[in-house]
């Protein structure tokens, strides 16, 4: 019984110092936010692709979600995030910062774009999306190493 009662008192203050860890973790902040871009793409693809009925106020909350995404994104680049985790970063961010700055600015004009897009119907979401797959693309290509 004590030794189990010495377990779990062990393993709450492992997750208690694991949250801790993960809020002031820069790495993981910024994956999270990527993983919400993803999940946003997914959104927008399920309707160019006619897997989901068409829904304009969701497709525009997609876009809305990518372009507050990138806005936050940049700021989670402090020196020496480039290891110490598990990244994809490319250090060309660190030589770079202004470059990288300028794509991610132009993702969420881009995305702001395809968010207004959405009211006026597929055809109109689909084109302006597709600027925004493009900037995701182009800045992986850039600044970000394959593992
Ligand atoms: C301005 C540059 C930039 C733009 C624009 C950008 N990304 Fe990223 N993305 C990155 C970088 C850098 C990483 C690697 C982050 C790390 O591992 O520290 C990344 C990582 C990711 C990941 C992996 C996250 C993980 O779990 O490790 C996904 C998914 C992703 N991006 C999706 C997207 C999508 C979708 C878009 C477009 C809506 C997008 N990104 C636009 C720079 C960008």
């Keep these: 019984m004590r030794l ?34 993803g999940a ?24 809305k979600d990518i372009a507050d995404d990138l806005t936050t994104f940049v700021t989670l680049f402090p020196e020496g995030s480039d290891k110490g985790g598990d990244t994809t970063a490319s250090p060309a961010i660190w030589t770079d910062m202004a470059g990288f700055k300028a794509l991610a600015d132009k993702t969420v004009a881009d995305a702001t774009l ?15 999306f597709a600027t925004v797959g493009g900037d995701c693309q182009a800045c992986h290509q850039k600044y970000r190493v394959k593992k």
Excluded: W
């Design 4 to 37: 189990t009662i010495a377990f779990v008192a062990a393993a709450l203050a492992v997750s208690a110092a694991g949250i801790v860890h993960a809020a002031d973790d820069p790495i993981t902040a910024r994956q999270a936010l990527m993983k919400k871009n």
């Design 114 to 128: 395809a968010q207004n897009a959405a009211a006026g119907g597929l055809d109109s979401f689909k084109t302006a």
């Design 40 to 63: 946003a793409v997914k959104t927008a693809l399920g309707f160019i692709k006619g897997e989901t009925p068409y829904d304009a106020a969701k497709a525009a909350d997609a876009m």
